[in-house]
């Protein structure tokens, strides 16, 4: 069981190129969220998702960001022409299904940090 | 709204004490509380989970306990180390996301 995997690791972008970061949830985890962390801020919510389905996405700017769970294939969140204040840790994180045990019970990856120059 | 604090923002103790961070929540209907701990550039770890019908959970020289009634989390360390510094995160499940308090940063003297 490899946990919960993104990449890449370390991403570094010009202002007004686009970021994709990928995250694999673990395995026997149907439900995936994503984090930002802001320097010496705390962890916020972003959105929620399972398989082909946004389930709250109330945390996402409204403007450049989008997240998709595909059927297959690992969970992308998506940064159109990114500028500098985009410039954090996004961490991923997977859950069971709801209603099984240890539903809402977080497993995060390592995060993936995004520089924008 | 569910609102997570935690207090101490930051906390530094000599090796070898024992040490309580906390953390409180505005809705008490929570079903589970979870804390996490941060290293410096990495991601999080969990280190305890408490269900809302338990009083505490223990794992090592970590012990957490939960008052839902008073909106009320501890985390007790026992015996500090200086690889216990790190930042120590709760959180609480709000409807279908986990919202998370800001973290103490610990830092354990030698």
């Known amino acids: 069981n490899a946990g919960v995997m993104q990449n890449p690791r370390h991403l570094v972008r010009r202002r007004g190129q686009e970021a994709r970061l990928r995250c694999s949830p673990m395995?026997?985890?149907?439900?995936v969220y994503w984090y930002r962390q802001l320097p010496e801020e705390g962890l916020k919510f972003m959105v929620y998702?399972?398989?082909?389905?946004?389930?709250?996405e109330s945390g996402m700017p409204k403007e450049r960001f989008s997240a998709e769970f595909p059927k297959e294939g690992p969970s992308i969140l998506r940064i159109q022409q990114v500028v500098r204040g985009d410039s954090a840790a996004y961490f991923c994180?997977?859950?069971?299904?709801?209603?099984?045990?240890?539903?809402?019970?977080?497993?995060f990856g390592a995060g993936s940090r995004l520089t924008v120059l | 709204k569910q609102e997570v604090t935690q207090i101490p923002a930051a906390l530094s103790v000599p090796e070898g004490e024992n040490l309580v961070l906390n953390c409180s929540f505005t809705?008490?209907?929570?079903?589970?509380l979870q804390w996490f701990r941060q290293d410096p550039g990495k991601g999080l770890t969990s280190l305890l989970l408490?269900?809302?019908?338990?009083r505490e959970q223990t794992s090592g020289r970590l012990n957490a306990s939960l008052d839902k009634s008073s909106g009320r989390s501890t985390l007790y360390i026992a015996a500090s180390q200086p690889g216990d510094s790190a930042t120590y995160l709760c959180?609480?499940?709000?409807?279908?996301?986990?919202?998370f308090g800001k973290g103490t940063r610990l830092h354990i003297l030698p």
């Open positions: 994180a997977s859950s069971p299904p709801v209603g099984g045990t240890g539903a809402n019970v977080l497993t």
């Open positions: 395995k026997g985890h149907s439900h």
């Open positions: 998702l399972q398989k082909e389905n946004i389930i709250d």
């Open positions: 809705d008490s209907a929570i079903y589970n």
């Open positions: 408490i269900q809302s019908s338990q």
């Open positions: 959180a609480v499940p709000r409807d279908d996301k986990i919202i």
